[in-house]
């Protein structure tokens, strides 16, 4: 049974680039969080995604945008980078909104230069 | 402002001892609250759930306790060992399953 999986495991933008950053959920589940972690903090909530929509959003700027696709997994797209976006992002997904356990991926670690 | 601590000082802690960490919240009213680890570069594992009429909760050698009134989650590793050296993270749960994270504190445990 295959976990959570994330690509790419690393990345290095320069300040001003776009990326995208994907995930497959666990099998079986539907719903996929995003999180932001930077060096020596907890993860931070992005966003949520359940049936192809956002259903909810943490404080987070426009220029973090997502999807979800029919098969559900995620893509996490970051546009305009700048140096503080570098950080390791984490993708969790669990069964429907209520999901109580989240099992989360090995996260990708974007660095921006 | 709502607010999630867990101690920022790395816990030392000899083998087979107790090891007993500590996550405070203010400004929140959780229905309930999870504990996950997370080892260096890796992504946070799902290690227990406690509801908040809930006092106690075990698994193998986790005792996690939860104490709504003083606002306080206790963690507990009984009979420590040098795998268990990682870092535990205290969520909370807001909406949906959206978790806040404390910062994490990291345990070593010496042989």
């Known amino acids: 049974d295959a976990g959570v999986t994330q690509s790419p495991t690393h990345l290095i933008k320069t300040r001003g680039q776009q990326v995208t950053l994907r995930c497959s959920p666990k099998s079986g589940h539907d719903t996929v969080s995003w999180y932001q972690q930077a060096l020596g903090q907890g993860p931070q909530f992005i966003f949520q995604y359940y049936e192809e929509e956002e259903r909810q959003r943490g404080n987070f700027p426009d220029r973090f945008s997502g999807h979800q696709f029919p098969n559900y997994s995620s893509e996490l797209n970051v546009n305009a980078l700048l140096l503080g976006d570098s950080a390791l992002y984490l993708c969790?997904?669990?069964?429907?909104?209520?999901?109580?356990?989240?099992?989360f991926g090995p996260g990708t670690r974007l660095t921006v230069t | 402002s709502q607010k999630i601590e867990q101690n920022s000082e790395a816990l030392n802690i000899q083998e087979g001892k107790t090891a007993t960490l500590t996550c405070n919240y203010t400004n929140y009213s959780p229905a309930y609250l999870q504990w996950y680890r997370q080892d260096p570069g890796r992504g946070p594992v799902f290690l227990l759930l406690?509801?908040?009429?809930?006092k106690e909760k075990r698994k193998e050698r986790l005792k996690v306790t939860f104490d709504t009134t003083l606002k306080q989650s206790l963690f507990h590793i009984t009979a420590s060992q040098p795998a268990d050296s990682a870092t535990y993270l205290c969520?909370?749960?807001?909406?949906?399953?959206?978790?806040?994270f404390g910062k994490g504190n990291q345990v070593v445990v010496i042989p």
């Open positions: 406690i509801r908040e009429n809930e």
């Open positions: 969520a909370l749960v807001r909406g949906n399953n959206r978790l806040a």
């Open positions: 969790a997904s669990s069964l429907g909104q209520g999901g109580y356990e989240q099992y």
